[in-house]
């Protein structure tokens, strides 16, 4: 949970130098995207990480071929008012 929190920490600083940075957010948030990298290159080299994604990979595959329909389409929500 930690590295989540982190994580979500990292993430919101850099999104919020790059809303604020505009188009010169390549220049102005090196800092904040080095720190980003750094992060996720962490969280992915985690075994126990990647074997969660394996499977719901995996999950998803199956899914995908035995329904036709991707996962993306399946999710899509329905207007609240018709």
Known sequence: MR?????EATNAAF???CKDSGF???FKCREENAALKECLTLHY??????????????????????????????????PTSM
């Open 15 to 17: 999104n919020h130098c």
């Open 45 to 78: 080299k985690d075994p126990v990480f990647f074997e969660e994604c394996k499977q719901e990979y995996i999950r998803e595959k199956l899914e995908f071929e035995r329904t036709g329909i991707p996962t993306k389409s399946r999710k899509q929500k329905l």
């Open 24 to 26: 010169f957010m390549v």
């Open 3 to 7: 590295i989540m929190a982190t994580m």
